[in-house]
């Protein structure tokens, strides 16, 4: 799993109807590439999270027919752009 | 899921049959790496769109038995190259 | 999916039974980074073909107890160098 | 699989029902960067260790139904920093 | 399927059940990154393989329980270090 950071909201009007209504972030990394989540958490901008990729996704996003390859699986208790970066 | 933007159409006549009659996009990352995805979304060059990945795709695609690796998940309603390269 | 060219045959004639006698290529990418995939469609060098990866490849082989990653999907039909590296 | 040394424990309180109680380390490769496993073993910092990635990993935790895509493996017997980085 | 070269043993007493009693070979690619792989070959330090990763590692290691993401699954003929790092 990866710790990333909630960067934004992301809207996708038309889409596959496997992604369902499923609310989507976009996610950075601590080299500010940019990933999409499902976000089954909850988070808000700001937050370090954990990542799930792979198969792992489809589980985590509470259904495991909702067709991501990338789910928040938990917000980080204590991270900061210094641990993160070092 | 990855941010991406369609380049173009793909023609490959001779392909394995379980790839079907897909309709089939080269996509492109902000650095212009090119990738090629099934498209069950109906898109058109210079769409960004989230790609998704691993075995997500063949579900995303439909129909689990399609063998991609990589399905277009929806058109993303408000992007722009700047947000995308920042 | 990703497209690469076909460089060559691969002989590995001491192999897991799970391979079986698939033929095996050698295919590189623009960067010239190689990788190694079963062929099912019947590849000469030089073409350029896109590649399936991940569980989809077992499912492209024809076959999904092959244990492959990497599966040539089809010969695309009009590609060319330039084009690839641009 | 890959060659990680255990960096920390990594609270994440918040966190989706499917990562249960399981024990997150985070865990660095030769670069530094960094990565969250799911421990099954019991390490501690410093522990040179094997991590285990992709579908593998959620069967590896113990109970396939655990969404992780990394997790640690065992525990390496002779390892070094030096070995590591060479 | 990647073209690594064996570069040793590697010893990992305390691991999970899952890996029960397969040999680890650590393998290096071209660039001399390392990772560990299950041997069901049968193969020494200096040989050329093509190892599988992903789901199929797992089922190329002769029993699909055995929790692993990189499988030997091959000796190579005829390669050389001048065709593997041109």
Redesign the interface.
Known sequence: ???QRVASD???????A??AEKS?R?VED?KGD????VD??GCKPGDFV?T?????????A?DY?I????????????WSEER?RD
Chains 1, 2, 3, 4, 5 share one sequence.
């Open positions: 799993m990866n710790i992301l809207v996708a009007t038309h889409r596959v496997s992604l989507l976009v601590y940019l990933e999409v989540a089954p958490v954990i799930i990729s792979t198969s792992a996704a489809r589980h985590a509470g027919r067709t991501t390859d990338l789910t928040i699986g938990g917000i980080i208790d204590h993160w």
